[in-house]
């Protein structure tokens, strides 16, 4: 394990943006649970497409989208606080 210096753009939460030492943009942090749900999430939807279920599939889908959209808002705020453009 390498021991490396972040610089902390928001709070410590859930999906922190940090930015390593060496690297232009920050990124967000996302803790292993939340991407472990993130992937449930998604093999969810993959499983009602694959069944026909588009109306379930739509549903999952736009709380997948809303909990990514939340994430992103959050990134974009931070760089938007500290003056840093966007990398997209």
Do not use: W
Request: include cysteine.
């Amino acid at each position: 394990m390498e021991q490396v210096q972040a610089e902390l753009f928001t709070d410590g939460g859930n999906d922190a943006v940090v930015r390593l030492s060496g690297r232009r943009f920050p990124g967000v942090l996302i803790q292993g649970d939340t991407l472990s749900i993130l992937m449930a999430d998604v093999a969810e939807l993959i499983e009602l497409c694959a069944a026909g279920d588009m109306e379930e599939a739509k549903y999952a889908a736009g709380l997948l989208h809303a909990e990514l959209g939340s994430k992103l808002q959050r990134y974009t705020d931070a760089l938007e606080v500290h003056g840093i453009p966007r990398p997209f």
